[in-house]
């Protein structure tokens, strides 16, 4: 099938060259003339596992990179809407998807033949039928249904793992707004045998992606506030606990050797420094907002934004049971994306905590495995030197802070041991082991 992809960040760009691989031709497009210049000499703009040698083997090939999206359009038979959807303050924010599909709507007018328009970008339920729809009705003064289809297809990949999920996905999800959208979309997928689908309308498949986003929030905020109680308690240590939360029957399968098998949702309920990242705070807010137009009070999920908002104040209450005072206090952050294995910092956990710090006056130093780039250009002109070795950042430092669960930080037990005086670790995320440390702070310890 002939495809274009209209947006090359995270979803865009894993979506073109995984589909590329999957035999399609796909034409990738965006409006920043940088990326789609490094996409073309086969350097991804986004650190992501497997994707530069997937990109070079294909670019082209059968993946091309424009920024002309009305040739895009007219030369392929689907076009996926793959463009950012933040929220901004108070409402989710369509301006790319409004400006994409009046562009994409312009050039159906000029198509012959029936074309395919899908939305893959998170969108409130109704966006597709209430907004998309009626500019590309608009813009290409033909009828949706007769002349083209409409389709909302919503991602479900990881950052960090996204390659790997786009191949080998849990779930597709084919909303359409006829028979004829969902068989396009169907041949779209077709060689993903073997992988549960839903065949739905497109205000249906918008509500699956945000409830299973917000299910995962729930569940990060519900072990946030038990760690917290826990800690406010005392005696109580939330690993033992959610230990003992995930041994139920109805969080694990035993299996004929014995053993516990876990299926991937107990890895949300851990508690840490809080969610972040560009999909779970963005989409519960604007789930939520969605819902107070709709006249609902959405308390549930208000209180999960809030517990998550509170979360990486935490750390800084932890590191005061040591030092009454912050100022000048030598203080180590580690990890600065929101996740392992991927350089996004977008609502990052690293961000509110060092900006408390430095209000308070710590002397700060920084290190992440991939993000370092992207936190020299967010803490420019702060007093926040990052740096470009583990070893190098804990050197001189009082206290060390773990934010992001990096396997590289594993190795923070052997870089510490035997210092004098022994710097304070506070572990935001619970994952060394506190035997390890003569000065040990953990969440919800
Ligand atoms: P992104 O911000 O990384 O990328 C969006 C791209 O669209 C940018 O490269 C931008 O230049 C381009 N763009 C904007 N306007 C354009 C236009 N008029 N023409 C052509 N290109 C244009 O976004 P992302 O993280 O890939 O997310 C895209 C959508 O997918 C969002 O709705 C997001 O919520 C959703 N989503 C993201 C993830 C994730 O893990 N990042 C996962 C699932 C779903």
């Given at each position: 099938m002939k495809v274009s992809v209209i947006g090359t960040g995270y979803v865009g760009l894993v979506s073109g060259v995984c589909l590329a691989e999957k035999g399609h031709h796909v034409i990738c497009v965006d409006s920043d003339a940088g990326k789609v210049e490094r996409i073309g000499r086969g350097i991804p703009p986004i650190f992501e596992n497997g994707l530069q040698p997937l990109l070079r083997k294909h670019i082209g090939g059968a993946l091309q990179a424009t920024t002309d999206l009305r040739r895009a359009v007219l030369d392929t038979d689907l076009s996926l809407i793959a463009v950012g959807t933040p929220f901004d303050g108070s409402e989710i924010d369509l301006r790319f998807i409004r400006e994409v599909a009046r562009q994409i709507g312009e050039a159906l007018h000029q198509k012959k033949g029936y074309h395919l328009v899908v939305v893959k970008s998170t969108v409130v339920p109704g966006t597709t039928d209430e907004v998309v729809l009626p500019i590309l009705e608009q813009a290409s003064g033909k009828k949706a249904g007769p002349d083209f289809g409409v389709g909302m297809n919503p991602e479900f990949l990881t950052e960090g793992e996204a390659v790997g999920d786009f191949m080998y996905p849990d779930r597709i999800v084919l909303g359409g707004i006829d028979d004829k959208s969902i068989a396009k979309l169907e041949e779209l997928y077709?060689?993903?045998?073997g992988v549960d689908r839903i065949r739905t309308n497109p205000k249906t498949a918008e509500m699956i992606k945000y409830a299973s986003n917000s299910l995962l929030a729930t569940m990060i905020s519900f072990s946030n506030e038990i760690g917290n109680l826990g800690a406010a308690l005392g005696g109580i240590d939330v690993l033992d606990v959610m230990r003992g939360v995930h041994l139920s029957n109805y969080l694990s399968v035993r299996m004929n050797d014995g053993s516990r098998k876990n299926p991937g949702i107990v890895s949300f309920l851990a508690a840490g420094c809080g969610f972040g990242g560009s999909c779970l705070p963005k989409d519960v807010k604007a789930l939520v907002a969605h819902g107070h137009k709709a006249g609902l009070p959405m308390s549930l999920l208000n209180s999960v934004l809030q517990v998550n908002e509170h979360q990486p104040e935490r750390i800084i209450a932890l590191l005061k049971k040591h030092h009454?005072?912050?100022?000048?206090v030598r203080v180590a952050v580690l990890?600065?994306?929101?996740?392992?294995?991927?350089?996004d910092m977008r609502e990052s956990p690293a961000i509110p905590v060092l900006r408390s710090l430095a209000t308070e006056g710590a002397s700060l130093k920084a290190y992440d495995p991939a993000a370092r780039e992207e936190a020299r250009e967010i803490f420019r002109g702060d007093s926040v030197r990052i740096c470009d070795d583990l070893q190098e950042t804990i050197a001189d430092a009082d206290a060390i802070v773990l934010v992001t669960r990096w396997?590289?930080?594993?190795?923070v037990p052997d870089l510490v041991n035997?210092?004098?005086?022994p710097p304070l670790v506070v572990d935001g995320r619970r994952m060394?082991?506190?035997?390890?440390?003569?000065r040990y702070e953990g969440i919800g310890l």
């Amino acid at each position: 099938m002939k495809v274009s992809v209209i947006g090359t960040g995270y979803v865009g760009l894993v979506s073109g060259v995984c589909l590329a691989e999957k035999g399609h031709h796909v034409i990738c497009v965006d409006s920043d003339a940088g990326k789609v210049e490094r996409i073309g000499r086969g350097i991804p703009p986004i650190f992501e596992n497997g994707l530069q040698p997937l990109l070079r083997k294909h670019i082209g090939g059968a993946l091309q990179a424009t920024t002309d999206l009305r040739r895009a359009v007219l030369d392929t038979d689907l076009s996926l809407i793959a463009v950012g959807t933040p929220f901004d303050g108070s409402e989710i924010d369509l301006r790319f998807i409004r400006e994409v599909a009046r562009q994409i709507g312009e050039a159906l007018h000029q198509k012959k033949g029936y074309h395919l328009v899908v939305v893959k970008s998170t969108v409130v339920p109704g966006t597709t039928d209430e907004v998309v729809l009626p500019i590309l009705e608009q813009a290409s003064g033909k009828k949706a249904g007769p002349d083209f289809g409409v389709g909302m297809n919503p991602e479900f990949l990881t950052e960090g793992e996204a390659v790997g999920d786009f191949m080998y996905p849990d779930r597709i999800v084919l909303g359409g707004i006829d028979d004829k959208s969902i068989a396009k979309l169907e041949e779209l997928y077709s060689g993903f045998e073997g992988v549960d689908r839903i065949r739905t309308n497109p205000k249906t498949a918008e509500m699956i992606k945000y409830a299973s986003n917000s299910l995962l929030a729930t569940m990060i905020s519900f072990s946030n506030e038990i760690g917290n109680l826990g800690a406010a308690l005392g005696g109580i240590d939330v690993l033992d606990v959610m230990r003992g939360v995930h041994l139920s029957n109805y969080l694990s399968v035993r299996m004929n050797d014995g053993s516990r098998k876990n299926p991937g949702i107990v890895s949300f309920l851990a508690a840490g420094c809080g969610f972040g990242g560009s999909c779970l705070p963005k989409d519960v807010k604007a789930l939520v907002a969605h819902g107070h137009k709709a006249g609902l009070p959405m308390s549930l999920l208000n209180s999960v934004l809030q517990v998550n908002e509170h979360q990486p104040e935490r750390i800084i209450a932890l590191l005061k049971k040591h030092h009454a005072s912050l100022r000048g206090v030598r203080v180590a952050v580690l990890g600065l994306s929101f996740r392992p294995d991927t350089n996004d910092m977008r609502e990052s956990p690293a961000i509110p905590v060092l900006r408390s710090l430095a209000t308070e006056g710590a002397s700060l130093k920084a290190y992440d495995p991939a993000a370092r780039e992207e936190a020299r250009e967010i803490f420019r002109g702060d007093s926040v030197r990052i740096c470009d070795d583990l070893q190098e950042t804990i050197a001189d430092a009082d206290a060390i802070v773990l934010v992001t669960r990096w396997n590289e930080f594993q190795r923070v037990p052997d870089l510490v041991n035997g210092r004098t005086p022994p710097p304070l670790v506070v572990d935001g995320r619970r994952m060394l082991d506190k035997k390890n440390f003569v000065r040990y702070e953990g969440i919800g310890l």
